[in-house]
């Protein structure tokens, strides 16, 4: 998969992407990591990427030119080497007011071959962007970062990870938090007791039914206590709802 970022500050790139799982899907080839300065698409001589908001108030907003000029080159250098139309390059924008960023939509990206990142900094990206250049925005999470950068990072991070290949057992992508649509259950190594605190009978038994069912009750269990927003959504088996009224009864 190829991924093309835009930002004004191509030198946070690749950070914590150097590293671990998407470093080593980059040096494996599974991901390539594409940086576009904004500078480069503007259009005077100071490379010029913001301006003052239309209807005044606070700080800058990103002038939609070099946007729409990086997306152009973008699109250029994908059907440069690939058959098939150019509207098939999904784009998103990286924005507080986007929809949330979940881990069914890294699963549908992980699917892709290319995708686009764009970040935006100041107040935002003047709102005809998106709709130029057909990207969504998305949001990682309902807090304010100072720039999509970290943002776009996160993303490809969740996406890339999910690439087939880049992590070593494919179990771990699969059973972990979200896979189910609940959180992960509780994990344990060595030692079997530290400060008082032991790991659950359980785990040390060797019964591998009674450890698979202990599992699936702790993350029904973790689901319903911390993220109950999550129940609902969650594609759950016959076993796992029967837990969850279990569960509940015994709180009610
Ligand atoms: N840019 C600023 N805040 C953001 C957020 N929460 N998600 C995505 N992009 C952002």
Redesign the pocket.
């Known amino acids: 998969m190829r991924i093309d970022v835009v930002t004004i500050f191509p030198e946070v790139f690749p950070g914590p992407l150097g590293v671990s799982v998407l470093g080593r899907a980059q040096a494996r080839g599974l991901l390539e990591l594409v940086v576009w300065d904004l500078r480069d698409f503007a259009e005077d001589r100071h490379r010029t990427v913001d301006d003052y908001p239309y209807g005044g108030g606070a700080g800058m907003v990103m002038k939609p030119e070099p946007f729409v000029r990086a997306v152009e080159a973008i699109q250029r250098a994908a059907s440069a080497g690939t058959t098939g139309p150019d509207s098939a390059l999904r784009v998103l924008l990286?924005?507080?007011q986007?929809r949330l960023?979940t881990q069914a939509q890294a699963r549908a990206l992980a699917r892709l071959p290319r995708l686009v990142l764009l970040c935006?900094r100041y107040e935002g990206v003047d709102d005809r962007v998106a709709d130029l250049v057909g990207a969504e925005e998305?949001?990682?999470?309902?807090?304010?970062?100072?720039?999509?950068e970290l943002?776009a990072m996160v993303i490809i991070e969740a996406v890339g990870r999910l690439l087939p290949g880049a992590v070593g057992d494919e179990a771990s992508v699969t059973e972990e938090s979200f896979s189910t649509g609940l959180l992960d259950f509780p994990h344990y190594t060595r030692p079997p007791e530290i400060r008082g605190r032991r790991v659950p009978d359980v785990l040390l038994s060797g019964d591998h039914d009674a450890i698979r069912r202990w599992r699936k009750r702790e993350a029904v269990r973790r689901t319903l206590a911390r993220r109950p927003d999550l129940i609902d959504e969650a594609s759950l088996d016959e076993e796992s709802r029967a837990l969850l009224r279990e569960l509940r009864e015994r709180r009610a």
Request: proline residues 6%; glycine residues 28%.
């Open positions: 990286a924005s507080p986007g960023f935006g998305v949001s990682i999470g309902d807090y304010v970062l100072a720039g999509g943002a």
